[in-house]
């Protein structure tokens, strides 16, 4: 079995990826995990074609740990990986990352791993290499014949033809984000037929050449209508917990309907980020990672529908 850690798991093949953290937990084990408490970018220095970040990580435990990062487009594998050095209370990694005309907006995700490489905790911090100009701009058109949807990206990005701009688009539906098309140069547009009843989130990304991100994006809200579950009061059982130490919550709603769906996303100002399938079981056993304030999420739908939920409702848990 896999040892206690934060673990990434890529789903996909190829430029068609996604990242998921996954976090294991081992219920009272003696390993001391490691905790970052902050990280700092400084300005990029430009060093012939490429940036130069100092990226200074604050740690809270960090003794036989150790520290790397990874530069990339958000829910997509890396396009830049850091060696691994020794966690110490004074580290500054001072590294040649991205070229100067990799332009895109990047996700920094800051590890801190235990000796066999398994990560114990990390934060996410944004990083912007934009294209000197204006701001880059992007607007939908969103047509409808029937049930059918087309979406037209319009995008105006500094010194880069309108042909040359590359669109991909993303969907929210039940199982979460999904890349429903990639990059295509010039494909500003995408055709879709739901099939099923629900709210959806659209989003469309686009880029110029030599971008290894998105540089603008845009989300579009789609509701394909039908009978939804009916927004009702819903509670949940705890307000606190311990860290490491598996907590039983709850969902309980007031409602006639008797047909509901369940899902659980926690998340809270680091890396940790569950999202759970749904399920007809309100309940769900929870090991918080660390202390601190979390947002449990519970989502709510019924089996006609396939969006992102029908009803949500949101709750601060605090983590001692």
């Known amino acids: 079995g896999l040892d206690p850690g934060m673990y990434n798991v890529l789903l996909g ?4 990826t996604k990242i998921i953290p996954v976090q294991l937990y081992k219920a009272n084990s003696a390993t001391t995990f490691g905790a970052i408490t902050g990280v700092t ?4 220095v430009t060093a012939s074609t490429q940036l130069r970040y100092t990226i200074v990580p604050q740690f809270g435990v960090y003794t036989n740990k150790k520290f790397q ?3 990339g487009e958000t829910w997509r594998s890396a396009i830049y990986e850091s060696i691994s050095t ?3 209370s004074s580290v500054s990694v001072d590294d040649t990352t991205l070229a100067t005309t990799d332009y895109g907006i990047y996700e920094l995700r800051s590890y801190i791993k235990q000796l066999n490489g398994n990560i114990d905790d990390g ?3 944004t990083i912007i290499n934009k294209r000197p100009g204006v701001d880059s701009t ?6 409808q014949a029937t049930l059918q949807y087309t979406f037209k990206g319009i995008a105006a990005i500094p010194n880069v033809s309108a042909t040359d701009i590359s669109y991909s688009f993303w969907r929210r539906d039940a199982k979460g984000w999904v890349m429903v098309r990639d990059y295509i140069k010039n494909g500003d547009s995408w055709i879709w037929t739901p099939s099923r009843i629900g709210d959806y989130t659209i989003q469309v990304r686009a880029k110029g050449p030599g971008a290894n991100s998105y540089e603008v994006l845009k989300d579009i809200d789609i509701i394909v209508a039908g009978a939804k579950a009916v927004d009702s009061p819903l509670s949940i059982n705890i307000a606190t917990a311990t860290a490491r130490t598996p907590v039983f919550i709850n969902a309980t709603v007031t409602s006639t309907d008797t047909d509901l769906m369940y899902k659980y996303i926690i998340s809270n100002s680091f890396i940790h980020y ?3 399938p749904y399920s007809v079981d309100p309940t769900y056993i929870w090991m918080p990672a660390k202390a601190g304030m979390y947002t449990v999420q519970v989502l709510v739908k019924n089996s006609a529908s396939f969006g992102k939920y029908d009803f949500v409702k949101s709750f601060n848990v605090t983590v001692n």
């Open 69 to 71: 990062y990874t530069i």
């Open 274 to 276: 569950i999202e759970t």
């Open 41 to 44: 970018i400084s300005e990029p």
């Open 86 to 88: 020794d966690a110490t």
């Open 138 to 143: 992007l607007t939908v058109d969103v047509t």
């Open 13 to 16: 093949a190829g430029s068609d």
């Open 123 to 125: 934060i996410y911090k």
